[in-house]
């Protein structure tokens, strides 16, 4: 019964086996139809991945092998040539050449003030009044005495002029006297012989001696009188210079008040600016009263502490240049001192140098950076950009024909091998170089390529050396 069942169960689930002759419906399938849908199976993936392998791989490389290799576009252009300046930044000060702070020379009541704050005041301009009637008073009072000292000059030389007069007859008045003694000492000679040779008396003989003693006695007094004429006019002559030296003393006095006097007009002692006023009208002022201060700003003294070591370089006439917050030049100026000093707590030297402030853009103790100019010379800039270092040298990339460059073959491409490239052709040529200054974005090249080189100034990092290049202005 279990085969029957059997054959009925297989009967009713492979219909399609009745037309089978009963001989072969118990044969087992062939072994190799097991295996045939694996091995299809297999195939497939076999030939996927040969197909993945030759469109990624193959393919392209026998296309790279087939094209011709195309140049790198960089930019080109020749080196900058350029005044090189070896300097140094410093940070300085501005004084100012004129400044002053003012302050009265006499003692007062301030009656006026002419300028406010900020006003620019010229040179001799009034500034402030200080109250100055007692002074002027005094004044007054000084010239009334020199009035009075002329006049007493005047009545000296006058009793000095009557005295020479009255000397004058008094000298005439001794000569007459004079003239009598001859006279009568001649009539007393004569009368003498006469009197020896018995021609007359002796009586006559003593008048004639009395007469001559007579005469003798007014010369002496007419003398006496001429001496103490001319003492007279030397004590006339002695009051005329006391009165002229009192006459001197007063025009002094006069002088010195009127000097006193200017101070109490107090003004701009040059061209400046008024600083802030402290003081007002009404305030009582002395010779150590702060009033305020003039500040002459149009020339401006930049004050530099150059270090030690650098002060050899140092001579009046180097260039020091004015900077702002971007280091761009302002003006120029010139080194117009040198301290003969060193500053013992710094161990620098002071210079100073002249600028021109016409703008009014700086201020008296204003901090400033300087730039002192050393010396110039003709150089070589590049941009940064261009420059490489590569094991601690720094490279320039420089264009030339394949057959100028110095390379014995081009680079390889990442892709593949080299290819070959004409005479002609461009090439990246990697030159060490030698670096100097930073001026802005450019740096100075010393040594390793000539102002007519052309220079691969961006894009260094695509490149190696003697890679085929090409001028990316003209490709554009």
């Not at 007459?176 to 006469?194: G, S």
């Amino acid at each position: 019964m279990n085969g029957e069942e059997t054959n009925q169960k297989l009967t009713v689930q492979t219909p399609t086996e009745v037309d089978i002759p009963s001989s072969k419906q118990g044969t087992p399938p062939p072994r190799w139809r097991r295996f045939l849908l694996p091995a299809l199976i297999g195939l497939a993936i076999v030939g996927g991945v040969g197909w993945i392998v030759f469109n990624r791989l193959i393919l392209p490389m026998i296309m790279a092998s087939q094209m011709k290799a195309q140049p790198t576009p960089v930019p080109l252009a020749n080196p900058q040539t350029a005044t090189i300046e070896d300097s140094s930044d410093y940070a300085a000060n501005l004084d100012s050449r004129q400044s002053v702070t003012l302050q009265p020379r006499v003692s007062g009541q301030i009656s006026a003030i002419y300028v406010r704050p900020g006003d620019r005041v010229e040179a001799g301009k009034p500034i402030l009044q200080i109250d100055a009637a007692e002074q002027r008073a005094q004044v007054a009072s000084r010239q009334a005495a020199t009035q009075t000292a002329a006049a007493e000059i005047e009545s000296a030389q006058a009793d000095v002029n009557n005295a020479n007069e009255t000397l004058q007859s008094l000298v005439a008045r001794r000569e007459t006297a004079v003239a009598n003694v001859q006279l009568n000492q001649r009539e007393y000679d004569r009368y003498l012989e006469l009197q020896r040779q018995g021609a007359t008396s002796r009586q006559v003989l003593d008048q004639r001696l009395n007469a001559l003693q007579t005469a003798r006695a007014a010369l002496r007094e007419a003398e006496a009188e001429l001496q103490a004429q001319r003492s007279a006019i030397n004590r006339a002559k002695t009051t005329v210079l006391r009165n002229q030296r009192a006459f001197e003393q007063t025009q002094a006095n006069v002088a010195e008040g009127q000097a006193q006097l200017q101070y109490y007009t107090i003004t701009a002692p040059f061209s400046g600016t008024v600083s802030d006023i402290p003081v007002k009208v009404g305030d009582t002022v002395s010779n150590s009263t702060q009033l305020f201060n003039i500040t002459q700003n149009e020339q401006l003294d930049i004050q530099i502490q150059i270090p030690l070591e650098r002060s050899s370089a140092l001579r009046l006439g180097l260039p020091v240049k004015l900077l702002d917050d971007q280091s761009r030049e302002i003006q120029t100026g010139r080194i117009s001192f040198i301290a003969p000093n060193v500053d013992p707590a710094t161990q620098s030297v002071q210079v100073k140098a002249r600028f021109e402030n016409g703008a009014d853009k700086f201020r008296t103790s204003q901090f400033v950076r300087a730039r002192v100019v050393w010396s110039k010379r003709p150089g070589i800039l590049v941009p940064t950009t261009a420059i490489s270092r590569l094991g601690g040298r720094d490279f320039m990339f420089v264009a030339a024909p394949f057959k100028e460059s110095g390379c014995t073959a081009p680079a390889q491409s990442p892709s593949g091998p080299a290819a070959e490239v004409s005479p002609d052709q461009l090439v990246a040529a990697q030159k060490p170089i030698q670096l100097g200054k930073i001026v802005g974005n450019n740096q100075e090249v010393l040594e390793g390529i000539r102002e007519s080189d052309r220079i691969v100034t961006a894009g260094i990092l695509q490149l190696q050396n003697c890679t085929p290049i090409s001028d990316g202005a003209q490709a554009q």
